[in-house]
């Protein structure tokens, strides 16, 4: 009669063992799919996180812009003339983009005017200056792209000059016009150790529009591009 008892014992040991180990397996599993949820929970915060702070640059790039373009516009209200006006925007710029220069591209019925300052006075061209590397082609080229072209750009437009003096200058173009039509275009470099980008010419870009407008109204009629 102890027998049976006996065996019946060991059974309910062994089913004890067995009830434990599918416990365990389970809580293991459980703890797997739990830790499986946490990183990806983290995964999707790190992700909003990021949204949330490239979002917030964004923003305050805009109103950055809005603020330069509002302070720009206001600045150029007031200019008395062509060069009061292309003075007072050049001055604007190189505070905007250090260690730059500015040079306007004026369309004119023969082809184009230079117009470059210092001490609110226009200056002469030398055999030193980047200027001197933009043919008649080349700006009609430009004109026509009705882009912002960074100086890579020039080059296959067919941009010459000293390869050594370039290399040490990075540079690009603006365009400048009022519905369709080219007045030209805004020539903006500085040394290529302070590379300018699209993103560097943001708020020039957005005052172009005033710009052109304010340079029409004190400007003989160009010729459009065609």
Same mark, same amino acid.
């Given at each position: ?7 019946? /014992? ?19 599993? &459980? ?11 983290? +995964? ?7 949204? %949330? ?32 006006? &292309?003075?007072? #925007? #050049?001055?604007? /710029? ?9 040079? %306007? %591209? ?40 009705? +882009?912002?072209?960074? &100086?890579?750009?020039? %080059? ?6 000293? &390869?050594?003096?370039?290399?040490? /200058? ?57």
């Amino acid at each position: 009669m102890l027998e049976p008892q006996a065996n019946s /014992v060991g059974r309910h040991g062994e089913w004890v063992i067995v009830d434990n180990k599918k416990r365990h397996e389970r809580l293991r599993l &459980l703890v797997k799919k739990l830790n499986r949820e946490r990183k990806q929970q983290a +995964k999707k915060t790190d992700i909003l996180c990021n949204d %949330f702070v490239a979002a917030q640059r964004e923003f305050i790039r805009r109103l950055n812009t809005i603020s330069f373009t509002a302070a720009f516009y206001e600045a150029i209200l007031g200019a008395a003339g062509l060069n009061d006006l &292309l003075y007072t #925007a #050049a001055a604007l /710029v190189k505070e905007e983009i250090p260690e730059s220069n500015v040079t %306007f %591209f004026l369309r004119q019925q023969d082809g184009f005017e230079l117009h470059m300052f210092e001490n609110n006075q226009p200056i002469s061209l030398d055999k030193q200056h980047i200027e001197n590397c933009f043919t008649r082609e080349l700006m009609e080229s430009i004109c026509k792209s009705n +882009k912002v072209c960074m &100086l890579e750009e020039m %080059f296959a437009m067919g941009l010459e000059g000293n &390869l050594a003096d370039l290399s040490r /200058v990075s540079g690009a173009t603006v365009p400048l016009g009022v519905n369709g039509a080219s007045l030209g275009f805004m020539l903006i470099y500085r040394p290529s150790h302070n590379k300018l980008t699209r993103q560097t010419l943001t708020g020039i870009c957005a005052a172009t529009c005033g710009l052109s407008r304010a340079i029409r109204s004190c400007h003989a009629p160009a010729r459009p591009a065609s």
